[in-house]
């Protein structure tokens, strides 16, 4: 496991990207003698493995993309690729889902059901993978899935789970303001789209503050805010990018459309034009009751899981969701944090690092979920 991980590590590929890191995957499966597919919704990967008696198929899912940003970590598996590395572990998470594959295989005779593997491509980028390798047919005779992340925040040996809503939609919007250049010495003769663009700022932070029900989770947060001019320029237009997470479908459209009414109001007091972008992107993460509990119980016979709990939500998004509205399942998080470090790195840093040996745990809670969802 450790292996490949750290052989992943060293050559990332960005979503929709992921052409070597594919053909890597499919090799595996190939060269051990399972059923293969290749392309699956652009550059997803699935493999199929039958037990010998009859019963229930079930899907276990790893996505394999990483991330734009340069790795600062002093190790011997460091990215050879600048500007890209595997910050949040999608890395481990091929690893364990290829060696639990493996695994399966080798006692597949003495197994009942169907073993479905799923390797997602570009779960770190919206529109994602899950939902065009879900068209392309990944979950046909499916009647289960399951899923982890490796979660370096927590200590090693942790399992954490939550039934229903356990992470966030997550959606991205753009607004451009524009209003009219001018000399800094004359503002009066301008429309100053950086003073507009300040009070968006400020005001789209009262749409969760006064507009939201306080019982209902919900972050608006602007991200980006350029404005590019020289010092004694007033600036004519502006952009702001941002996100918006929240868990209640009906809080996700009221901050779409509320976003729209606070950006009309402020540019309409300021006699500026404006343009306004919103951008779904995936789902919350809605894990369902039963198989939740099954999760609970499988990690309860896996000797290195010392730890059982239930999760706050996390603002956190995660193309999962699009397996979970398909069909029954669980998310949960694997930990995996360094040993001997107290305040690891969080995930999408470019120090980021997990402890491997979470992957056999998560490896072990994954398959016993898997074996036993047969019973």
């Not at 039958?50 to 996505?63: C, E, H, I, N, S």
């Not at 995936?282 to 000797?303: F, G, R, S, W």
């Amino acid at each position: 496991m450790v292996e490949i991980r750290r052989f992943l590590h060293q050559h990332p590929e960005l979503s929709f990207e992921e052409k070597e890191t594919a053909s890597y995957i499919a090799n595996f499966y190939k060269e051990l003698g399972v059923e293969v597919r290749t392309g699956v919704g652009g550059n997803g990967v699935t493999a199929k493995i039958d037990g010998k008696k009859p019963g229930k198929t079930v899907a276990l899912r790893a996505d394999f993309d990483a991330l734009p940003i340069q790795d600062e970590k002093e190790v011997e598996y460091k990215s050879k690729v600048p500007g890209k590395m595997h910050a949040c572990g999608h890395d481990g998470h091929t690893s364990t889902l290829l060696h639990l594959a493996k695994a399966i295989y080798e006692i597949k005779d003495d197994l009942a059901g169907s073993y479905v593997f799923i390797h997602q491509h570009a779960e770190e980028y919206a529109p994602g993978g899950a939902k065009p390798m879900i068209e392309d047919g990944c979950l046909d005779g499916v009647d289960v899935v399951f899923g982890t992340h490796l979660w370096a925040i927590e200590p090693l040996g942790k399992i954490q789970y939550r039934t229903g809503p356990m992470m966030a939609a997550a959606d991205r919007f753009e607004i451009t303001v524009q209003g009219a250049g001018g000399h800094g010495a004359q503002p009066h003769k301008t429309k100053d789209a950086i003073v507009v663009g300040s009070q968006l700022v400020s005001n789209l932070q009262q749409i969760v503050s006064r507009r939201v029900n306080p019982i209902d989770s919900a972050v608006v947060t602007v991200g980006s805010f350029v404005s590019d001019n020289a010092f004694n320029v007033i600036a004519d237009s502006a952009k702001l990018i941002g996100t918006v997470r929240t868990f209640n479908p009906e809080v996700r459209t009221q901050i779409e459309q509320e976003i729209e009414r606070v950006v009309k109001g402020t540019c309409l007091s300021a006699n500026c034009e404006y343009q306004y972008d919103y951008f779904r992107g995936y789902p919350a993460v809605v894990n369902h009751a039963e198989e939740t509990d099954h999760i609970i119980e499988q990690a309860k016979l896996v000797p290195e899981v010392t730890v059982i709990e239930e999760t706050e939500p996390q603002m956190g998004g995660e193309d999962f969701a699009y397996y979970l509205e398909e069909r029954k399942g669980a998310f949960f998080f694997t930990g995996a944090q360094p040993d001997h470090v107290k305040n690891p790195y969080p995930h999408h840093h470019p120090k980021f690092d997990f402890n491997e040996k979470a992957m056999l745990i998560a490896a072990k809670t994954l398959g016993a979920a898997a074996i036993n969802a047969q019973s």
